[in-house]
């Protein structure tokens, strides 16, 4: 089935520095989907992106869909202790069926 | 009212018992979804619902049983769990699962039933 490599798998980073993940795979997707998830609770969506190229920011989050439709990246600037947690990526494949596959998740840790 | 919510917060149960797990939003979302996740993983797809009706099955284990009783509600119904089963279950929400419009797919997430099977 269609996977998606997301890297990297974590980052321990210093307050106020620049941070930047990706998914990429093999096959295209119609949407990319970006989650956020703290420690026992729900993943809560980012950004969403659903056109090749597109450049869509959310306050200090920037996220980008690949223009070959195969990748997608996320950039968070200026970091800060609240931005600790799990980020997942999950794609939409073509066939509007729904279903949305997941990356394996980048855990964020953020030093004061 | 943009949420989904989730209750129980946390289930214990044995291996005889039957639970359920219930799931609400008001967003006027026709697609649910039901995932299990385990620490530090991604969320797994086990159910669709869309528009009432089933329409995603991945080959999840009769053990588990999905209802949805109306398109703001969804069940889980467990019986005779393993200890492998223990699990964040997610419940989320989008417009439509098969929607016209991208944005129709976005799901919401729910907090999850943090479920423990003895």
């Known amino acids: 089935g269609q996977q998606l490599n997301q890297s990297p798998q974590s980052m321990f980073i210093q307050e106020g520095e620049d941070v930047s993940m990706n998914c990429t795979s093999s096959?295209?997707?119609?949407?990319w989907l970006w989650y956020k998830q703290d420690p026992g609770e729900g993943p809560v969506l980012l950004i969403a992106l659903y056109k090749a190229g597109e450049l869509t920011s959310n306050g200090r989050l920037t996220a980008q869909f690949g223009i070959t439709r195969k990748d997608s990246f996320l950039n968070i600037s200026a970091s800060i202790p609240s931005d600790v947690g799990i980020y997942f990526c999950a794609g939409q494949p073509p066939g509007n069926t729904g279903k949305l596959i997941f990356g394996q998740g980048t855990t964020l840790q953020v030093k004061p | 009212d943009t949420e989904v919510t989730q209750t129980p917060k946390h289930l214990v149960m044995g291996m005889t018992n039957k639970k359920s797990l219930k799931c609400e939003q008001h967003m006027g979302h026709r697609a649910m979804y039901w995932y299990k996740q385990k620490a530090k993983k991604p969320p797994e797809l086990m159910f669709v619902?869309?528009?009432?009706?089933?329409?995603i099955n991945e080959s999840v284990p009769s053990r588990f049983s999905p209802e949805c009783p109306n398109s703001s509600l969804l069940n889980l119904h467990l019986h005779a769990l393993q200890p492998e089963d223990s699990a964040l279950y997610l419940c989320?929400?989008?417009?439509?699962?098969?929607?016209?419009?991208?944005?129709?797919?976005?799901?919401?997430f729910g907090p999850g039933t943090r479920l423990t099977v003895l």
């Open positions: 619902y869309s528009y009432e009706k089933l329409s």
């Open positions: 989320a929400s989008s417009q439509d699962g098969a929607g016209a419009l991208p944005s129709y797919n976005e799901q919401f």
């Open positions: 096959s295209i997707f119609n949407t």
